[in-house]
Each structure stands twice: as C-alpha cells, then as structure tokens.
C-alpha cells in the first residue's frame, strides 16, 4: 500500500498535475456553464420554459404538435432546420423554443410508429417496419435464424417501451451532449494522456528502471503499484469532468426537471431500448465514462512501459485515439465495411449516446449478445491484455 501511495503521488499528487488538474477543472465547469446557457438563456427563460412545458408533457397531443408544427415552420424558414440552432437563436423565447421541442417530439413519436426508412444503414427501428421484417422472415420460413430473433427481441422491447411522451429535460440533454459526444473525447482523454504518459517512460528515459527493476520480487510489486495508480489517476481526471460539467450545468438551470422521466424523452436516447430513467441513464453514463477511461489508460500505461520518452508516449497513444476518431467519423458505407473494428474503436466505445442509444446487437456463436454486454467483454479483454503486456516487458527488462 504504501507503494502504491508513493507512485500515485509520482504521476498525480505532484506540482504540475496538480496545476493541470486546477485548469482541466476551470476548463470543464466553463464547458458546463456556456454549453447550458448556450440552450437556453438565463434563469428568467429557464423558469418561463419549465411553467409552459409543464402543460405539455406527458403523451402525445396531436392539437399541441400542429401548433408546434405551424412555429417551426416559421422560425425554420428564418434560422434553418436544426433543432439546437434554432434554440440558441431564440434562446430567450420559450414558447418558441417548448415548440421546437415539441415538433421534433412529434417527429420521435411518428418514427416510434412508422419506423426508419427501410434503406437506412441504421439498426432497424419502428413498429411497422420491425413488423414488416419479421413478416418477410416468416413468409420465407426463417423464424430459426438469428435476425429473426434480433427483430422479435428488438419488437418486444418497443412494445413494452411504449409510445415515447415528452417531458422537460433541458438541463439532462445538455449534459448527454457533454458526456455523450466526440468533444469529450477531446476534453477528457487528451489531457489523460498527458497525466498517464511519465508512468514508466521517465523512468525508462533516466536509465533509472535498471535500478528500480533490479529485484524480481520488486519488479513485480512495482508494476502492480504502478498499474493501481493510473487506474486511480485515471478515475479522479473523469471523475473532475464528470463532477465540473454536471455542477456548471446545473447552475444555470437550478432545477433538477426531468430527472425521472424515460430516457426516450431525451433526442439523442430516442430509439434507445433500455427500460431507464434519467437519472438511471446519468447514473450508466458516468460509471461507464470512468470504466473506458480505466481502459485507455490502461493502454496509455502499456505504451509508456515501451518508450523512453515522455512525449513519445502521448504522441502514440494520441494517434490511436485520433485515428479511431478518423474512422468512426468516415461515411456509413466505409463503417460498414470495417464494422466491429468502428464499433469498438475507442472513437464509439466510449461515447455513451453510442452504447446506450440504440439496441444493436451480435451474434455470437448463435446467441444475441447485445452492444454494452460485447463492449464490456472487449474491452476489459483489452485491459487485461494492456495490463499483461505491462508486466511482461517490465520482467523482459529486470536485472537478474
């Protein structure tokens, strides 16, 4: 243990880090606090938002969507057609911006039932085209195969599900949006890289390993001690982004809204398939941004037991986080073809809209296995691969 406490305090409880970790935190409760009021515009707007939505939430009302039909017509015709742009425009009318919610609401409910247009490279989704499928599959006798059992399982799921309804929640869509998209891979693992990047490569750099590495007993413990404290360096860095960015965002709302509605009410989780709410999905997010942190850095760790440079290390583990960015921002026909190797590429692996937004499932020696459950095994196979190679080129190393 008190190795341990001595390495941690080598890679993170040092001058610089702790500098580094004061600025990431500034950085992080700004990125909160303008990204929030960027929606929406200040706590008068906010208070007007929640007492008009509170008269629309809840199932859909065909009388509500044509009149938030009719002001999306107009306000598009003069900001365009993006949801989130139009709010910022209007940022300081809520009724305008309850009707931009509710149009796309509308649209949500109107996928719910009729389903993504059948040539969409997307997973299917929708009653009537789930339904469709699985009558074609049954008409050619296929109810043994496995994309039969994908579709019903995929059926079941929205029926139980039900029609998504609306519901105020502002405050928690913007906070998604901070923890859910590729800007947070930038914010968040860059920085990372930098703090888990010295673990062994300063070491390595000073010729002093061949010293600290002289006993095989040491050797052993060392890496052990080494491996604990980036996997805690590693949880207080996502654990700052997660605690900035939830505080600074809730600032300017000072309500918690929405926080047990389904998770269907937020956009970006419509077509999701997971029974939770809000707070479950915030909940989910957090614990899994913290566990894809444990892995890169774990990957950061098994690089810098391999360079005698610092700035080596980050240089090559920046490079895979860029490249896997690089692939999964290439075009669906590209995706497609290189498949699980987008999937669970650090670029989609650790983006939580990516994981829990959908219901994607593989087959796995005949067996549904959905998306979250292969992500896991993957990458804690990943983990434990990074982790042994750590070990192994340490030992490679030792002094007999």
């Given at each position: 243990m008190s190795l341990f406490r001595f390495e941690l305090r080598k890679l993170l409880l040092n001058k610089k880090t702790l500098i580094l970790l004061l600025c990431l935190f500034a950085l992080y409760s700004v990125v909160g606090l303008t990204s929030t009021m960027f929606l929406i515009g200040g706590n008068?707007?906010?208070?007007a938002y929640e007492e008009l939505a509170a008269d629309w939430e809840g199932p859909f009302d065909s009388e509500k969507a044509a009149e938030a039909e009719k002001i999306y017509q107009e306000v598009s015709a003069r900001y365009g057609t993006d949801a989130r742009m139009i709010s910022r425009s209007v940022k300081d009318q809520p009724e305008i911006i309850l009707a931009v919610n509710y149009h796309a609401y509308a649209e949500r409910v109107a996928e719910y039932w009729n389903g993504t247009p059948s040539e969409s490279a997307e997973e299917p989704y929708g009653i009537a085209l789930l339904q469709g499928?699985?009558?074609?599959?049954?008409?050619?006798?296929?109810?043994?195969?496995?994309?039969?059992?994908?579709?019903?399982?995929?059926?079941?799921?929205?029926?139980?599900?039900?029609?998504?309804?609306?519901?105020?929640?502002?405050?928690w869509e913007n906070l998604f949006n901070n923890w859910g998209e590729h800007m947070m891979q930038f914010l968040l693992f860059v920085p990372l890289t930098f703090v888990i990047a010295p673990v062994f490569s300063v070491e390595r750099s000073s010729g002093m390993d061949n010293l600290i590495l002289s006993s095989r007993n040491g050797r052993r413990k060392i890496v052990t001690a080494k491996l604990l404290s980036v996997?805690?360096?590693?949880?207080?860095?996502?654990?700052?982004?997660?605690?900035?960015?939830?505080?600074?965002?809730?600032?300017?709302?000072?309500?918690?809204?929405?926080?047990?509605?389904?998770?269907?009410?937020?956009p970006t989780y419509a077509?999701?398939?997971?029974?939770?709410?809000?707070?479950?999905?915030?909940?989910?997010?957090?614990?899994?941004?913290?566990?894809?942190g444990m892995v890169y850095s774990l990957i950061i760790c098994f690089i810098s037991s391999r360079m005698k440079s610092q700035m080596g290390t980050a240089g090559v583990s920046l490079a895979i986080l860029f490249v896997n960015v690089g692939l999964a921002a290439m075009g669906d026909t590209m995706t497609q073809r290189l498949g699980m190797l987008v999937d669970f590429g650090l670029a989609n692996v650790t983006l939580m809209k990516e994981v829990f937004g959908g219901y994607k499932g593989f087959n796995v020696f005949g067996t549904y296995v959905s998306y979250p459950v292969m992500a896991v095994f993957v990458l804690a196979a990943i983990a434990a691969t990074a982790a042994f190679g750590a070990y192994l080129g340490q030992k490679s190393r030792a002094v007999v």
């Open positions: 008068d707007s906010y208070r499928k699985i009558a074609e599959l049954e008409s050619q006798g296929k109810q043994d195969s496995f994309d039969y059992r994908e579709l019903s399982a995929s059926m079941k799921r929205l029926k139980d599900l039900g029609e998504p309804e609306f519901a105020n929640a502002l405050l996997l805690a360096a590693s949880t207080v860095v996502v654990a700052l982004y997660l605690a900035a960015t939830f505080l600074f965002g809730f600032l300017p709302h000072g309500s918690f809204h929405g926080w047990d509605a389904a998770i269907q009410s937020i077509r999701s398939m997971f029974p939770w709410k809000v707070w479950q999905l915030a909940a989910s997010g957090a614990a899994w941004l913290i566990f894809t």
